[in-house]
Nanobody, 120 residues
Framework: QVQLVESGGGLVQAGGSLRLSCAAS????????MGWFRQAPGKEREFVAD??????STYYTDSVKGRFTISRAKNTVYLQMNSLKPEDTAVYYC???????????????WGQGTQVTVSS
């Protein structure tokens, strides 16, 4: 089994920064990609960014390009969030895709989520 644990969320003012972390642990598993999604109140879950583990190619949704950076180190994936806006307020979820199955944004495992609140 796989466990994903997010950390780093919190309350920040507009223009501020946060860095989210996600640690993957458990029994041996394959790792194709890891990513971040978010869900704001009353909204559908939204893709934010992901990274292909082999090679490190990264992808971002348009609304965060130039502000957010996804990266990896050891067993952890990070999301550096700069120039935060109130519309970034959401629960952020870490996700793991173990193999190339399903659609582009179909992930196998999910973390518990961490709240990010950006005040004006």
């Amino acid at each position: 089994q796989v466990q994903l644990v997010e950390s780093g969320g919190g309350l920040v003012q507009a223009g501020g920064s946060l860095r989210l972390s996600c640690a993957a642990s458990g029994r041996t598993f394959s790792r194709y990609a890891m990513g971040w999604f978010r869900q704001a109140p009353g909204k559908e879950r939204e893709f934010v960014a992901d990274i292909i583990w082999s090679g490190g190619s990264t992808y971002y949704t348009d609304s965060v390009k130039g502000r957010f950076t996804i990266s990896r180190a050891k067993n952890t994936v990070y999301l550096q969030m700069n120039s935060l806006k109130p519309e970034d307020t959401a629960v952020y979820y870490c996700a793991l895709k173990t193999r190339v199955v399903g659609g582009r944004y179909e992930y196998d495992h999910w973390g518990q989520g961490t709240q990010v609140t950006v005040s004006s």
